[in-house]
């Protein structure tokens, strides 16, 4: 396998502020955090992860100071669990003890307030973790601890402007075929450009669990008056930055485009960061990055 195809990228662009982070997985249980600053495009490489992450379960603030993250090691003495930590650095400030990969994850509400996806029996900290004064934690919603991806990655979608055009038909494949489930029609996720009702970004998932390849099979295509201008075929991830430029992940690599929202015309593509040579390392979060 080349290392680009092993490569996977999610970013989650914080709603108040210009940070992100990114979350770099490759082989599949060793993840990279960074904190991206959009308003200069500086990524700031930091802690590694000796797990599986589940970055459509994670949040940002809304400020950008804490990412709450679902993560498995599957062994130990939390082989699944919830945790809150400060990017670029998954040491935890707070964990949440799991056991299972149904729901996990949660949603921040505000700066100091989160919704978690557990069961009421696994809202309970780990021992030695604390939660500061004024913290507010509650389940997610009356099904809480239900679901895998979903309901995290569908609810944050529709809080940061994306809305559901079309659930998508699902046909599941015999064991053995080189994708699990395939969609056709393809599920589409929509979101306008900030500054243009002309402009849409839509993601089109086609496939789920694709032998040797992403656990989801998707494209991302610019819409402009109905017609599309531009198609990211198999990307990471895609979004539109608070100033209308359009973001997008693709084989190890992020790029920022301009659009003309006016003329609806995107301009000249740039290359941000190539993140396929990075190496697993070792790295203790300085002191700040261990307390609230």
Known sequence: MSVERATRL???????????????RGPSKQVLLLRWDRSDDRFEAGQWLSARVYERRCD?????????????????????????????????????PKGDTWGGGGLFE??????????????????GFRLPRGFVLEPLHEHSGRGEDGPIEHLRRVRDGWSLHAEGQGKEHRLGSPLWLSLDPPQVYARPHPRSDRVVLQERRWGIHEVDGPWYVQDYAVVIDGEDHLVIERGDWADWDRNGDLLWAKGGRIHRAPLDA??????????????????????EAPADARRW
Do not use: C, W
Not at 262 to 283: H, Q, S
């Open 60 to 96: 940002l603030s809304p400020g950008g100071r804490l990412l709450v993250y679902f993560a498995g090691k599957h062994q130990g003495e939390h082989p699944t669990y919830t945790a809150i930590s400060k990017p670029p650095y998954f040491t935890a400030l707070a964990l949440f």
């Open 10 to 24: 999610y970013a989650i662009l914080a709603r108040r502020s210009p940070t992100a982070v990114v979350l770099r």
């Open 110 to 127: 505000g700066e100091r307030h989160l919704r978690l996806n557990h069961v009421g029996s696994q809202m309970t900290l780990a021992p």
């Open 262 to 283: 006016k003329r609806g015309r995107l301009g000249e593509a740039r290359e941000l960061v190539d993140l396929r040579d990075e190496r697993f390392r070792r790295l």
